[in-house]
């Protein structure tokens, strides 16, 4: 896995897969499972994260919430698209393993990293769209021009 970021964006930064392999699962698709989920994220993603907390002291709470919003979206829009109804049944069936059940060793963490952050939607005032609030702030408001501008789901925003 590569990770780089455009000086002008530093904050959306672009991820690159080294090794694009694709596997087919086994008789054993929840060895299957875990094994490619191991590779993704303890073997890569958090290796990544470790340094990345090092380096910038930003928590790793904050990247692996930041991780987690992308896995929701993932899961809630695009891997189900043209699936039919049974893939679209396994697909909840892995979506549920990865954010609930999955233990810890798979992320290269004691427990579970993504778990506190996939809880249900909930309507704001801010949004037309049910959201996920945050629990962690991702600094946007660091990076915007206008001051206090905080992301729709910041959990520094009293509602």
């Not at 709470?61 to 891997?79: D, G, H, M, Q, S």
């Not at 991702?138 to 990076?143: D, G, I, P, Q, W």
Request: glycine fraction near 4%; proline fraction near 6%; charge should be neutral.
């Amino acid at each position: 896995m590569w990770v780089e970021a455009e000086s002008s964006k530093p904050w959306l930064p672009t991820i690159r897969l080294i090794d694009c392999t694709v596997s087919i699962p086994t008789e054993d698709r929840e060895k299957w499972r875990d094994e490619v989920l191991r590779e993704i994220f303890a073997n890569n993603l958090a290796k990544v994260w470790q340094s990345l907390a090092k380096i910038s002291k930003i928590p790793k709470t904050i990247l692996w919430e930041n991780t987690a919003i992308y896995v929701n979206w993932l899961y809630e829009t695009k891997i189900g698209e043209g699936a039919s109804e049974q893939e679209k049944a396994r697909i909840q069936e892995d979506y549920h393993y990865i954010v609930n059940q999955a233990p810890g060793s798979i992320f290269g963490e004691r427990k579970n990293p993504l778990t506190n952050y996939c809880g249900p939607k909930v309507t704001i005032m801010e949004s037309e769209q049910p959201v996920r609030l945050r629990k962690t702030c991702c600094f946007y408001y660091h990076t915007s021009d206008e001051a206090n501008d905080y992301c729709i789901s910041c959990p520094k925003i009293k509602r």
